[in-house]
Nanobody, 118 residues
Framework: VQLQASGGGLVQAGGSLRLSCAAS????????IGWFRQAPGKERESVAT????????YYADSVKGRFTISRENAKNTVSLQMNSLKPEDTAIYYC????????????WGQGTQVTVSS
């Protein structure tokens, strides 16, 4: 199983980035996918998750209204559109997969750095 996260970069506060997670080596359509982030000196936190069908979505309170998660099962990809970025969004962002319906997130990508300057 491989998860490849991409799309990170340096952006000014108020700007936007779109992260992508490309999966291979698994039956993508039976996996829930999540985006997580870890900032320096902080614990990893869940940012957004989407279930196998796309019908159930969760957002952390800190990103509600600014981030949008979506998936295309035909392309084995999940995206995270991030708008109105804030300096506190700076972190390494990881995508992870969990076997539906209630499996643990045990497949992780390598992470992509997002840096938001003030």
């Amino acid at each position: 199983v491989q998860l490849q996260a991409s799309g990170g970069g340096l952006v000014q506060a108020g700007g936007s980035l779109r992260l992508s997670c490309a999966a291979s080596g698994l039956t993508f359509s039976v996996y829930n996918i999540g985006w997580f982030r870890q900032a320096p000196g902080k614990e990893r936190e869940s940012v957004a998750t989407i279930n196998w069908s796309g019908g159930t979505i969760y957002y952390a309170d800190s990103v509600k209204g600014r981030f949008t998660i979506s998936r295309e099962n035909a392309k084995n990809t999940v995206s995270l559109q991030m708008n109105s970025l804030k300096p506190e969004d700076t972190a390494i962002y990881y995508c992870a997969a969990a076997l539906a319906p209630v499996g643990r997130y045990n497949h992780w990508g390598q992470g992509t750095q997002v840096t938001v300057s003030s």
